[in-house]
């Protein structure tokens, strides 16, 4: 599924995994002129990126005005980049990538650079990246460094990419059965098939282009058209593979990189065997929702046992199959709306508000949450699709429906809560139209890279923690900072002031633990009681994960 950490105390920002300095080298900010890489022995892609990055380097990149569409605020400025839409053919059909920037807040003195930020997905985008220089958690790192967003290719206006109508895409409400039968099952796959067919249809030839190597490579043409000879990068989820991939493929340009919630990058589990692993994860992140609710059956009434819980949460579903809220909050949309409580411990108390209130008669409280907003259908819609291009295309899916029927089925017996709508979200990979390509083996020798931090929660299920023991594996001289004992999804800018402390000194000295360090969990969330301020519109906005 796709998946995104909201980053900061906002609790509406989406960041990734940052890049690393080398801490023997002395540029520590990282500037100049774009190293030359070129070799004999070079793929046509690579002799392809590095005609691109000597392109953009001469080129830059002309910041203006943003356009109202990218919602993004002064003084931050956008501007494009192009990038080769195949870059074994540099010369070919180019596409523009939007950027956004703040400038270092701090002057030239202190100026370490840029710092680019992947939020994951795929399909994110982090257009909005640059506002977060005004959040007192970010002030230190803006006063260092130019805060740098971008949409990916096929995200946003860079070259967008879409399967299907947005009204299509938002067509509520819709069954979930955590147990389908064979007629469900069948309608599914049909509608999978349907699904990959457009997106062949309308991206044609361009399908086979979007992918995490080539979102590495237009990452290391930005860092050229930014006029950065190492790249700084902060990358969460999704973010942190590209982002572990580039570091493979372009070692000698990083200088600083932080991997926030990191996805196990084992070429054997991209990305069928890291789907079904994501989905055992989040049945133990739903059963701590349930035990916390339960904890607090005072405030909320839903029963004073995770069981208890479980039959309030199965009660609403029921109903709901019966008549939707509002018309148009089904099976599925409730449980879209529960799982981003298996991403955010912070979306605890609405989630749980939104069940109790339901119970007791008033539906407000979960169409407010969990009903489709016609006016992100364009952008839910477009983010989808770049999210099944990107996996579809990274590696081998099955393409027999019976391995999936058989894999999901075992599954779901363990772990109904989101085995099947993963499976579903995914599905159209066993028809895609396009050719799949052969995962990179992640990978980096002593010496090879700077030092790296990769950030980690114990009981995150979005990137179960044995990702980040594999990544720290992979790359060598990473070091791992862990969150005991808690599950948010993206923990660097958040509620725990000990990962940020890492995190922050890090990316403005460049130091690091020996090679592993842990911080105590971050405070359960406060519950919220069913008085007039936990329905007046008081709470935190709510953004699903991406």
């Given at each position: 599924?796709?998946?995104?950490?909201?980053?900061?105390?906002?609790g509406?920002?989406?960041?990734?995994?940052?890049?690393?300095?080398?801490?023997?080298?002395?540029?520590?900010?990282?500037?100049?002129?774009?190293?030359?890489?070129?070799?004999?022995?070079?793929?046509a892609?690579?002799?392809?990126?590095?005609?691109?990055?000597?392109?953009?380097?001469?080129?830059?990149?002309?910041?203006?005005?943003?356009?109202?569409?990218?919602?993004?605020?002064?003084?931050?400025?956008?501007?494009t980049?192009?990038?080769?839409?195949?870059?074994?053919?540099?010369?070919?059909?180019?596409?523009?990538?939007?950027?956004?920037?703040?400038?270092?807040?701090?002057?030239?003195?202190?100026?370490?650079?840029?710092?680019?930020f992947?939020?994951?997905?795929?399909?994110?985008?982090?257009?909005?990246?640059?506002?977060?220089?005004g959040?007192?958690?970010?002030?230190?790192?803006?006063?260092?460094?130019?805060?740098?967003?971008?949409?990916?290719?096929?995200?946003?206006?860079?070259?967008p990419?879409?399967?299907?109508?947005?009204?299509?895409?938002?067509?509520?409400?819709?069954?979930?059965?955590?147990?389908?039968?064979?007629?469900?099952?069948?309608?599914?796959?049909?509608?999978?098939?349907?699904?990959?067919?457009?997106?062949?249809?309308?991206?044609?030839?361009?399908?086979?282009?979007?992918?995490?190597?080539?979102?590495?490579?237009?990452?290391?043409?930005?860092?050229?058209?930014?006029?950065?000879?190492?790249?700084?990068?902060?990358?969460?989820?999704?973010?942190?593979?590209?982002?572990?991939?580039?570091?493979?493929?372009?070692?000698?340009?990083?200088?600083?990189?932080?991997?926030?919630?990191?996805?196990?990058?084992?070429?054997?589990?991209?990305?069928?065997?890291?789907?079904?692993?994501?989905?055992?994860?989040?049945?133990?992140?739903?059963?701590?929702?349930?035990?916390w609710?339960?904890?607090?059956?005072?405030?909320?009434?839903?029963?004073?046992?995770?069981?208890?819980?479980?039959?309030?949460?199965?009660?609403?579903?029921?109903?709901?199959?019966?008549?939707?809220?509002?018309?148009?909050?089904?099976?599925a949309?409730?449980?879209?709306?529960l799982?981003?409580?298996?991403?955010?411990?912070?979306?605890?108390?609405?989630?749980?508000?939104?069940?109790?209130?339901?119970?007791?008669g008033?539906?407000?409280?979960?169409?407010?949450?969990?009903?489709?907003?016609?006016?992100?259908?364009?952008?839910?819609?477009?983010?989808t699709?770049?999210?099944?291009?990107?996996?579809?295309?990274?590696?081998?899916?099955?393409?027999?429906?019976?391995?999936?029927?058989?894999?999901?089925?075992?599954?779901?017996?363990?772990?109904?809560?989101?085995?099947?709508?993963?499976?579903?979200?995914?599905l159209?990979c066993?028809?895609?139209?396009?050719?799949?390509?052969?995962?990179?083996?992640?990978?980096?020798?002593?010496?090879?890279?700077?030092?790296?931090?990769?950030?980690?929660?114990?009981?995150?299920?979005?990137?179960?923690?044995?990702?980040?023991?594999?990544?720290?594996?992979?790359?060598?001289?990473?070091?791992?900072?862990?969150?005991?004992?808690?599950?948010?999804?993206?923990?660097?800018?958040?509620?725990?002031k000990?990962v940020?402390?890492?995190?922050?000194?890090?990316?403005?000295?460049?130091?690091?633990?020996?090679?592993?360090?842990?911080?105590?969990?971050?405070?359960?969330?406060?519950?919220?009681?069913?008085?007039?301020?936990?329905?007046?519109?008081?709470?935190?906005?709510?953004?699903?994960?991406?």
């Open positions: 599924m796709r998946a995104a950490a909201l980053y900061g105390t906002a509406a920002l989406v960041l990734s995994a940052l890049s690393t300095l080398a801490a023997a080298s002395p540029d520590s900010a990282g500037t100049g002129p774009a190293p030359a890489f070129a070799s004999a022995s070079a793929s892609e690579t002799r392809g990126t590095e005609a691109a990055a000597r392109r953009a380097a001469a080129t830059g990149i002309a910041f203006g005005t943003c356009a109202p569409v990218e919602r993004v605020a002064p003084p931050a400025r956008c501007g980049v192009k990038v080769p839409l195949d870059y074994a053919r540099p010369e070919g059909k180019q596409i523009e990538l939007t950027v956004s920037r703040s400038a270092a807040t701090g002057g030239k003195a202190g100026r370490q650079g840029a710092l680019v992947n939020p994951g997905g795929p399909g994110a985008s982090s257009m909005y990246f640059p506002m977060v220089a959040l007192p958690d970010w002030k230190r790192i803006a006063k260092a460094y130019d805060l740098v967003g971008y949409a990916p290719r096929g995200v946003g206006r860079s070259a990419l879409s399967c299907q109508s947005p009204a299509a895409f938002a067509d509520a409400p819709i069954a979930a059965p955590a147990y389908p039968s064979a007629a469900y099952k069948r309608h599914r796959v049909a509608r999978a098939k349907a699904y990959a067919q457009s997106c062949g249809r309308t991206a044609g030839t361009a399908l086979r282009h979007f992918t995490s190597l080539n979102n590495a490579r237009d990452l290391d043409v930005l860092r050229a058209a930014l006029g950065e000879r190492k790249l700084t990068f902060l990358g969460a989820s999704y973010g942190t593979y590209f982002g572990a991939v580039y570091a493979t493929l372009f070692p000698s340009h990083v200088r600083r990189m932080v991997f926030d919630s990191a996805v196990d990058p084992d070429p054997k589990q991209i990305w069928y065997r890291s789907n079904l692993g994501q989905s055992l994860a989040f049945e133990g992140r739903w059963a701590d929702f349930r035990r609710v339960a904890k607090h059956d005072k405030t909320y009434h839903l029963g004073s046992s995770p069981l208890s819980v479980q039959a309030s949460y199965e009660k609403v579903r029921a109903r709901l199959a019966h008549k939707p809220a509002g018309g148009t909050v089904g099976p949309q409730l449980q879209a709306a799982l981003t409580a298996g991403y955010y411990d912070g979306y605890w108390p609405q989630r749980a508000t939104a069940l109790a209130q339901y119970l007791k008033n539906e407000k409280p979960l169409i407010a949450q969990a009903a489709p907003d016609p006016r992100s259908a364009k952008d839910d819609e477009n983010g699709a770049v999210y099944t291009a990107v996996e579809c295309n990274d590696a081998a899916w099955p393409r027999d429906w019976r391995t999936w029927d058989r894999d999901n089925s075992l599954l779901a017996i363990r772990a109904p809560f989101e085995t099947w709508d993963n499976a579903w979200m995914n159209p066993a028809f895609w139209p396009a050719p799949h390509q052969e995962p990179v083996d992640v990978r980096t020798g002593p010496g090879e890279l700077p030092p790296t931090l990769i950030l980690a929660a114990e009981r995150d299920a979005a990137t179960p923690y044995p990702g980040a023991l594999e990544l720290q594996r992979r790359l060598s001289g990473s070091v791992l900072i862990t969150e005991r004992d808690a599950g948010t999804h993206g923990i660097g800018g958040g509620a725990n000990c940020n402390t890492y995190m922050e000194d890090y990316l403005l000295t460049g130091r690091t633990p020996v090679r592993r360090a842990s911080c105590a969990p971050h405070p359960e969330p406060d519950p919220v009681s069913l008085d007039g301020r936990a329905l007046s519109g008081l709470l935190p906005p709510l953004d699903s994960p991406v």
